[in-house]
């Protein structure tokens, strides 16, 4: 099978949702450093070369939603496709105390090609399917780690991070801290979305109503846990995508 930079699931469906995962696989091509970037297993099955869990959430919920979602087929360490091309962390070297030895002596021309060869046909992708219809609604899925470098405890179950667009993380914020159970984060663990990044390009710069949901990974480890807060959020998105419409309604 001929490799590709990204999975479509879905993607005939119609639908305003649309799903990404930018950070959904931990896969080397063999284009790139051997196929392991120098690193040891252990290193390639941890948060700073995917986002774990993030593509089996991805795929259940989008079919819940009946939506379509893009998903990358390269690890983060890569090169990351939720960074502008000028960002300094586009190509780790160093990541979370790990050196990254493959990438150590990459030169602009190497991350160049692999722009060329990884991020720009996912993100082409991405924006095909996002581009299709005039009313789309970004979803990103990412997840994080229970502690900051290992130290620092995490106690939000689910993040949503947004920009100056709040149409949908508003009403989602609100649903989600209506749940008693819930640990939820505004803007945690990290904060709103950096320039040029993969929200940034596909949803605030064309103008559509989106949100990031970072979700804590060791709650989503499992197929299992997965299709649990996949069925978990659905409906939840599905209310707040209500709650928007009725909003822009009121206010045209």
Avoid at 146 to 151: E, F, S, T, W
């Amino acid at each position: 099978m001929t490799y590709q930079p990204y999975h479509l699931h879905g993607a005939d469906r119609r639908s305003r949702w649309v799903i990404s995962c930018d950070h959904a696989t931990n896969t080397v091509p063999p284009s790139v450093g051997g196929g392991d970037l120098g690193l040891n297993p252990p290193d390639m099955e941890r948060h700073i070369a995917y986002d774990v869990g993030a593509a089996g959430v991805t795929r259940a919920l989008a079919d819940l939603l009946d939506a379509p979602a893009v998903l990358s087929n390269f690890s983060r360490l890569v090169i990351d496709p939720n960074r502008g091309t000028d960002d300094p962390t586009l190509l780790m070297k160093l990541y979370d105390g790990t050196v990254i030895p493959t990438n150590r002596t990459a030169d602009d021309a190497e991350k160049q090609r692999r722009i060329d060869a990884f991020y720009e046909p996912y993100h082409n992708a991405l924006e095909e399917v996002a581009g299709r219809y005039d009313d789309t609604v970004l979803v990103a899925i990412h997840s994080f780690t229970p502690k900051l470098n290992g130290r620092h405890p995490r106690p939000w179950h689910v993040g949503i991070l947004h920009e100056q667009d709040r149409r949908l993380s508003d009403p989602l914020l609100a649903l989600l801290r209506a749940e008693p159970d819930l640990c939820i984060g505004d803007n945690e663990p990290y904060a709103g979305h950096l320039p040029g990044d993969s929200v940034d390009r596909h949803a605030l710069q064309p103008g559509r109503p989106n949100a990031l949901i970072e979700l804590r990974n060791d709650l989503i480890v499992t197929p299992e846990q997965q299709a649990h807060w996949a069925e978990r959020l659905a409906p939840i998105l599905t209310q707040a995508l209500h709650l928007m419409d009725q909003q822009e309604t009121r206010t045209a």
